[in-house]
């Protein structure tokens, strides 16, 4: 059994090597595991994955993209959750800036939205917190906080 655990341990080290699969640990901060997330949309939708999934992969893949663009290379992704329930999708380090993502598909800024990014900020400093939502405009949302549209990611 040991070393089933282990080839699979191998193969998921190898897919993330070739960039099949993208490695997204959990923030210390918070609990749970590390997880692995397709890069490609068209794959994890041939896969069945759900919109909210999609949504994700893209999101990520759009970060990590302007990050490159940028020339910066090789941040920490992570994802960050509370046993209350709070989660944050993306918290992605590099040496200098540590920026954190939330997606939501809540139009408003919901009071539980409000309370968690409270909840998050007072537990990981942060330079920049985005919450993506399919609002019209950005809106600010406490310190170093944003509600930001989904299509200015891209933008």
Partial sequence: RRGRVDRFQEDLEGLAALFVVNQVDAHP?????????????????????????????????????????GGLISPRVQRYHTRKGTSVDYVIESKSLTTAVMITEEE???PYLARSIKAFQSKVKTSLLWVLAPVKHVLKEGPNAWIVPWDKLSG
């Fill in 29 to 69: 901060a918070g609990y749970g595991k590390t997880e692995y997330q397709l890069f490609d949309c068209g794959l994890a939708e041939h896969l069945g994955a759900s919109q909210s999934a999609l949504l994700r992969i893209w999101v990520l893949n759009e970060i990590l993209g302007q990050i490159h663009y």
């Fill in 108 to 110: 408003a800024a919901a």
